[in-house]
């Protein structure tokens, strides 16, 4: 069936026979029951398709999973306990100790600490290059231990846009995937895997929930990339794994299943960051009306985004959708129906007049999130870059006046009162 991606939010991962229920079971339970040992062991062999514990699988986290599948138009996917954990778990499942990986440096600050220090200290190093550097810069940042290319479609606080093609290219070029995390553009406004991508992850914290409700973590595999044709490269997908009687992934369960099978059978068995069904069950809520929000947050950030733009207390606004910004042109080729809810803008004032503008707001909230249906802002300055000398944040790009707004589904006349009503707070 090739419904349009409208329906496969609504209905996708689920069809119930004659007498089921309507709305997907949370299946609440850790295990599952055989008649015989035999059975059983068939699954742990990776030979039969089943459930036996919910740390691997759950069939409530499993119809989400083949829902975002649909949405994202991969050939396998899974859920994981948080966006964290799926970046993370999607880089581990092809680097190893004394591997390497090319990253953007425009990532989530979770994201850049995870690669640049946590992953560092497990031995996998990694290369930053600017979202916007040359040709010449990007193949240089590639060593022979490189095992990944990674980004950020929108990214999450820059609002940079990657030059998907474009880095999918170089990556091919070194015989490695691309991982994309889609967090901020959802499948909705820009599917990934049409400009090259090999790998899609997300925080199914924001949008995909998109009302603050469950923490979660989504990957998604678009079963083109040839890891038997790089053999050497990925010994984890192409050697026989001695954890489960010398599996060979890749000859298994083929290009369309070995990352996604791999990555749950060793990393989700071994670390366990699932998510939980009940999670999974909101999350599931959220994306039935994933499409109809995505248009509301892009065209409240757009009108608010304008009427910053106009405002002369501000010094700059952020936002790919401006025909000013910067990535503009690329907003244009990738995300032709609009980007996201979030506005990144900078007061003249600095920190004094941006403590006092997130302190006159009355409807947008002081909050640590963003991609909710209510409108949220955050001055990074003041709260997640505290720790920060004047110096240091103008180095980092996040300077003391700058402030993140994430436009929720409210009427976008109410949120350009508020804002306005704060500025007006501002001297
Ligand atoms: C929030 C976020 C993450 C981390 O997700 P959690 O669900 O908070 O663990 C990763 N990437 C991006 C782009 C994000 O916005």
């Avoid at 740390?55 to 994202?72: F, G, M």
């Avoid at 900078?346 to 909710?372: N, Q, S």
Wanted: hydrophobic share 40%; glycine share 8%; proline share 4%.
């Amino acid at each position: 069936m090739n419904h349009s991606i409208d329906t496969a939010c609504v209905q996708g991962g689920y069809t119930p026979a004659n007498g089921e229920p309507r709305q997907i079971p949370i299946v609440q339970s850790t295990t599952f029951k055989y008649d015989t040992s035999e059975e059983m062991g068939r699954l742990f062999d990776l030979e039969a398709e089943g459930y036996f514990y919910s740390r691997l699988q759950n069939p409530t986290n499993d119809c989400v999973a083949a829902k975002i599948a649909a949405l994202e138009g991969g050939t396998a996917a899974m859920l994981t306990a948080s966006g964290q954990a799926a970046n993370f778990f999607a880089l581990f499942n092809i680097c190893s100790c004394g591997d390497h990986i090319v990253a953007s440096s425009s990532i989530y600050g979770g994201t850049f600490n995870l690669i640049s220090v946590t992953m560092a200290r497990m031995g996998i190093r990694a290369t930053f290059v600017r979202p916007d550097c040359t040709d010449e810069e990007l193949n240089a940042a590639f060593c022979d231990d490189t095992k990944a290319v990674f980004g950020e479609t929108i990214a999450n606080p820059a609002l940079t846009v990657l030059d998907i093609e474009r880095f999918a290219a170089a990556a091919h070029a070194h015989g490695v995937p691309l991982i994309v995390d889609n967090t901020f553009a959802t499948p909705i406004h820009c599917r990934p895997f049409e400009w090259g991508a090999d790998i899609v992850t997300h925080s199914t914290t924001k949008y995909m929930d998109g009302h603050g409700a469950a923490i979660g973590g989504a990957i998604v595999d678009s079963g083109r990339f040839d890891w038997m044709a790089h053999a050497e490269k990925y010994p984890g997908l192409c050697k026989p794994d001695e954890s489960y009687h010398g599996v060979v992934y890749a000859e298994r369960f083929g290009r369309e299943g070995a990352f996604i099978t791999k990555c749950t059978a060793q990393l989700m068995r071994d670390f366990g960051s699932v998510q939980s069904p009940q999670s999974a069950f909101y999350l599931n809520l959220g994306l039935e009306s994933l499409h109809v929000r995505m248009a509301r947050h892009a065209a409240n950030g757009m009108a608010v985004a304008e009427f910053l733009a106009g405002h002369e207390k501000v010094a700059r606004v952020s936002y790919c959708g401006l025909p000013g910004d910067p990535y503009h042109a690329m907003a244009q080729k990738y995300l032709k129906n609009g980007s996201c809810g979030v506005v990144v803008f900078e007061l003249k004032g600095g920190r004094a007049a941006a403590e006092r503008f997130l302190g006159a707001l009355r409807l947008i909230a002081i909050e640590t999130h963003v991609a909710d249906a209510r409108s949220c802002c955050l001055c990074p300055a003041a709260t997640t870059h505290r720790q920060m000398t004047e110096e240091q944040l103008a180095a980092a790009g996040v300077p003391a006046g700058l402030i993140r707004i994430s436009c929720g589904l409210e009427s976008a006349d109410d949120l350009i009162r508020d804002i306005s009503a704060a500025l007006d707070a501002v001297c």
